[in-house]
């Protein structure tokens, strides 16, 4: 098929929730993707902050290729190895005793609200169900997640959603304060919120909302779905914030670019969880679980870490160097940026996608780059280069 008739047939068969540029991607190799004309670009997105090993690690291959050649799937219902050897590396890294594997995110995020409000009935009686979120929190799009997400174009075409959720303004800690009820069992929030245009929480934020969580009985959830295994230049988002959640979600990155989600919580919580109460026909398969052990071994070496938080430095530096015009904040947390432009950035992705470049957004006027983590100083240089060149373009529109 040639790009066209792809373009032809992704409209005529599936159902249009996504809006693709031209390009279709045929291989990757490292921080590189490739197209079906054979054009190379630059990987600044890696598939939203999934690929962080890059495309086609050879030490993720392998250890895929021989788990499908042993076992890829005998559900739940039955034990395997993969996915104890990967819990046993996230409850040893992390505040967690215990971890429920599912396929995504939104998954992740869904097991999060079902655990909180078992435990607030559970522990402190019926009516203690409601969950505190915050304006630009994205957790996903199913009812549950869907309803911890703040964004209304996301929400209102399918209202009604779950109730029992209140927004409070980001970053406001006397917000939540007096939104806290004693129906109140969570608070969930992004360390660093990704999708709402990349906006670091502050210490005093964080630390006060732990405190805060303590005090009332409520429980900590931090979605590091995005922002956690590696992004930051700390394994945990939450490390560089002095705190620890009651529960943490985890998606994108930890099998590489295969689907899975993890959710991860203290004995406390997972205690008053039974069998049946929440299951997954592929969550905790063998083979992605495979996948995860070679990424959480490699994202979770010290001096890995090491290097993405130096290139995140360097890369920090090379934009400072662009053009202030048309550009506002510029806001990260390790290799997780956000440019604020005063204008759409949509023409700008455009014109880099066109020299060799793929970035993405964070709502209309963020650009966000979040490329894999295994990406080299050289490589961050010649990107924002390419972003230098992109910037003349706006002036025209
Ligand atoms: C912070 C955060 N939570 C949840 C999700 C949903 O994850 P998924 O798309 O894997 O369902 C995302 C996806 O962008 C995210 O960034």
């Known amino acids: 098929m040639n790009p066209e008739e792809v373009q032809e ?18 291989h990757g190799e490292g921080v590189f993707l490739f197209d079906s004309t054979g054009k190379k670009y630059l990987d600044f997105a890696s598939g939203i902050a999934v690929t962080a090993l890059g495309h086609s690690d050879s030490e ?14 005998v559900s739940n219902l039955f034990h395997t190895i993969p996915h104890v050897e990967l819990a046993q590396r996230l409850v040893a890294s992390s505040f967690a005793d215990r971890v429920f594997f599912s396929n995504s995110g ?14 607030g ?20 799009r199913t009812y549950g997640a869907l309803s911890l997400t703040h964004k209304s174009k996301y929400r209102e075409p399918f209202l009604p959603l779950v109730a ?30 990704g999708e709402g245009g990349v906006h670091p929480a502050s210490t005093t934020f964080l630390q006060g909302l732990r405190s805060l969580c303590n005090e009332q009985e409520v429980l900590l959830i931090l979605d590091e779905i995005q922002c956690g295994l590696g992004r930051t230049g700390y394994l945990w988002a939450h490390e560089a914030y002095g705190i620890t959640p009651d529960i943490m979600t985890l998606a994108k990155p930890l099998a590489g670019g295969l689907p899975i989600g993890a959710t991860l919580v203290t004995e406390g919580v997972s205690n008053l969880i039974e069998v049946g109460d929440h299951g997954c026909t592929f969550g905790a398969g063998p083979l992605v679980c495979r996948a995860a052990q070679v990424v959480f071994d490699r994202v979770s070496q010290p001096s890995f870490l090491e290097a993405v938080r ?11 160097s662009l053009p202030t015009h048309h550009i506002g904040e510029v806001r990260s947390a390790g290799l997780l940026v956000g440019i604020e432009f005063d204008v759409p950035v949509q023409p700008l992705l455009q014109s880099a996608m066109e ?27 010649n990107g924002v280069e390419i972003l230098r060149e992109c910037l003349p373009g706006l002036e025209t529109q």
């Not at 993720?60 to 799937?73: E, F, G, M, P």
């Not at 939104?106 to 435990?119: G, P």
């Open 9 to 26: 047939a992704e409209n005529d068969l599936l159902v249009p929730t996504y809006k693709r540029p031209s390009p279709v991607f045929v």
């Open 60 to 73: 993720w291959i392998s250890a895929v290729v021989d788990q499908a050649q042993k076992l890829t799937h």
């Open 106 to 119: 939104t998954e992740a995020n869904e097991a999060a609200f079902k655990f909180a409000r078992k435990w």
């Open 121 to 140: 009935r559970m522990k402190h009686g019926a009516e203690k169900t409601d969950i505190i979120a915050f304006t630009n929190g994205f957790h996903g």
């Open 164 to 193: 029992g959720v209140t927004f409070v303004p980001f970053n406001d800690l006397d917000a939540v304060h007096r939104a806290v009820t004693s129906r109140t069992c969570a608070v969930i929030v992004e360390p660093i919120q």
């Open 310 to 320: 130096s290139n995140a430095e360097s890369l920090i530096q090379a934009l400072q």
């Open 355 to 381: 020299r060799g470049l793929i970035v993405i957004s964070a709502g209309e006027n963020v650009l966000r780059i979040c490329p894999p983590l295994i990406i080299s100083p050289v490589q961050l240089a």
